[in-house]
């Protein structure tokens, strides 16, 4: 069993930087790949950034891709979101997700965080 709470979201301007957060609770945290996924009002949940258990391969979104970096901490069992260059079209709440294994497909996730809203003026 995992338990996932976000942080780090908030209201920022078009071109500044916000780090989400995702800390989890339960022992077996450094088995799970993490993935982050994000869902704007009236619109799909969809896949953002994704991470391997061991942190040594990562997989973006190419609407993404160059702004956003995942990693993870496994000693400090939260995994991250550095979010540079945000432009108006990344306002959505942002959820993280465990899933065993590495996948992009939400259905396929196990355990999901709440949700921190991410909102980017322009």
């Known amino acids: 069993q995992v338990q996932l709470v976000e942080s780090g979201g908030g209201l920022v301007q078009a071109g500044g930087s916000l780090r989400l957060s995702c800390a989890a609770s339960?022992?077996?945290?450094?088995?799970?790949?993490m993935g982050w996924f994000r869902q704007a009002p009236g619109k799909e949940r969809k896949f953002v950034a994704a991470i391997t258990w061991s942190g040594g391969s990562t997989y973006y979104a190419d609407s993404v891709k160059g702004r956003f970096t995942i990693s993870r901490d496994n000693a400090k069992n939260t995994v991250y979101l550095q979010m540079n260059s945000l432009k108006p079209e990344d306002t959505a709440v942002y959820y993280c997700?465990?899933?065993?294994?590495?996948?992009?497909?939400?259905?396929?996730?196990?355990?999901w965080g709440q949700g921190t809203q991410v909102t980017v003026s322009s």
């Open positions: 339960g022992r077996t945290f450094s088995r799970y790949a």
């Open positions: 997700a465990a899933a065993l294994p590495l996948t992009v497909v939400a259905g396929h996730y196990d355990y």
